[in-house]
Each structure stands twice: as C-alpha cells, then as structure tokens.
C-alpha cells in the first residue's frame, strides 16, 4: 500500500512585534473584541477581526445560549456578518485569538472544525487564500497561509 503524506508549514512569531502593522492592528483588534464575547457558559471568550478587501474591518465573537448547540462561534459571528455586510467582497486576513477564565493562554486556540470549514467556503468563493493569525493571551503568534494547510484532505463542492 502507498502513502500519501499531509504536511504543511506555518510561521510562528515569538512577539508582535515581528507582524507588520496591518496584522498587528488586526489581532489587536481581535483581543479587544474578545472582551465583549457573550460566553457565560464557557468562560472561554474567542474574538474575531477580518480584513476585508476593501479594508474594511469586521469583528466577531462568540455568542453562547443556555440551548448550548445554538452558539455561534466568534469565527464564523464575523465571517458571517461580513457576508452580510459586504457580500462581494473576500476576507484577506482573520485573526483569532481567545480569553480563558482557566488563566493566561500562553499557545495560539485553533479554530474549531467548522469553522475551518467556513473559512474554506469563503475562500472558494471569492477564489483568494484567507490568511490566519492565532495568538492566546501572550506567547506565539501563528501565521498562516491559508485554511487549506490546517484543513488536510477538505470537503468541498467538487464532490457534490
Ligand atoms: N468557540 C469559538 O468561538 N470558536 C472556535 O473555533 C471554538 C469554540 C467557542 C464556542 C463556545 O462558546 C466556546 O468557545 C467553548 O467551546
């Protein structure tokens, strides 16, 4: 049997101030946003900042509800509302970062599944790679290309 192998790379910066002034305004933007989660279920507040084509900026954050499968993510809140907003338009670059009642989160919080997932439709349809940046409270900061390297072996409307 053969193998295929599913790798990719992704960079890691140790400050922010290695990140240009663009991803830095924009992850700060995510932390501040974060604050205004509504999550008192979890305690776990994600906040969301996109850049959209047109420079314009839209924000997320989760959104919890005591019917606990009726939350919204913080990525998918800003996804979606810049989809509303700005129909047209693609998203260049999301940051994500998140705030823990648990203490300082020193490593960068991954977005969920679906998420992922969403962030690949975006992608698809305005036909441009979506650029992430993950960071926790302190710590590294992730940087990466597209959703297709964290997102190996995709599905998507080929198979439909
Ligand atoms: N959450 C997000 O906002 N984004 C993710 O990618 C993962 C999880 C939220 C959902 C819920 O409000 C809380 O984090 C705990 O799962």
Redesign the pocket.
């Known amino acids: 049997m053969k193998k295929i192998k599913l790798q990719a790379e992704i960079e890691v910066a140790s400050d922010i101030s290695e990140l240009n002034s663009t991803d830095a305004m924009l992850l700060l933007r995510a932390k501040e946003v974060a604050k205004d989660?509504y999550?008192p279920?979890?305690n776990?507040k994600?906040g969301s900042a996109l850049l959209l084509e047109n420079d314009k900026i839209v924000i997320g954050?989760?959104?919890?509800n005591a019917s606990f499968s009726v939350?919204?993510?913080?990525?998918?809140?800003a996804i979606f509302s810049a989809s509303a907003q700005y129909p047209g338009v693609a998203i260049k670059t999301i940051a994500?970062t998140?705030i823990s009642s648990k203490g300082n989160l020193e490593t960068p919080?991954?977005?969920?599944g679906?998420?992922r997932q969403v962030i690949y439709e975006m992608e698809t349809r305005h036909k441009n790679n979506i650029r992430i940046i993950l960071q926790g409270d302190s710590g590294d900061i992730y940087l990466i290309n597209s959703i297709k390297d964290i997102l190996p072996l995709l599905f998507d409307s080929r198979y439909l």
Do not use: D, K, L, W
């Open positions: 989660a999550a279920y979890s776990f994600v954050n989760n959104q919890e939350t919204i993510c913080g990525e998918r809140n994500i998140v919080v991954p977005p969920c679906s998420c």
